[in-house]
């Protein structure tokens, strides 16, 4: 299923990737001959920046677009871009949580 947006499934991308750099987030647009487009997201944190991941935009099936994570679990709905930006960088922040001690 094609999401409907101008840009299609880039231009949701790309409105997402506009929020999360509003955030201080580093983005990058992918968009690969033959495949889908993607955005990837990595902490700001220079100690954090394993935590990245892609994103994708695809249909569910039922006539609703969604951003997606790449083990097919959805973000949130294509056209609430903030709402997905506060979901990524929730999942990708770091913890401040220090070293477990043992009971």
Do not use: K
């Not at 101008?6 to 647009?29: C, D, F, M, Q, Y």
């Amino acid at each position: 299923m094609s999401c409907s947006h101008a840009g299609g499934p880039a231009g949701h991308l790309e409105a997402l990737r506009r929020e999360l750099s509003r955030r201080g987030w580093i983005t990058s647009l992918l968009e690969p001959p033959g495949r889908p487009a993607s955005l990837f997201v990595q902490n700001p944190d220079p100690g954090a920046a394993a935590l990245s991941d892609h994103v994708l935009v695809a249909g569910d099936g039922q006539g609703r677009c969604w951003y997606w994570w790449p083990w097919a679990t959805r973000i949130a709905p294509a056209g609430d871009p903030a709402q997905a930006a506060g979901r990524i960088t929730s999942v990708l922040r770091a913890t401040d949580s220090g070293p477990v001690t043992p009971a």
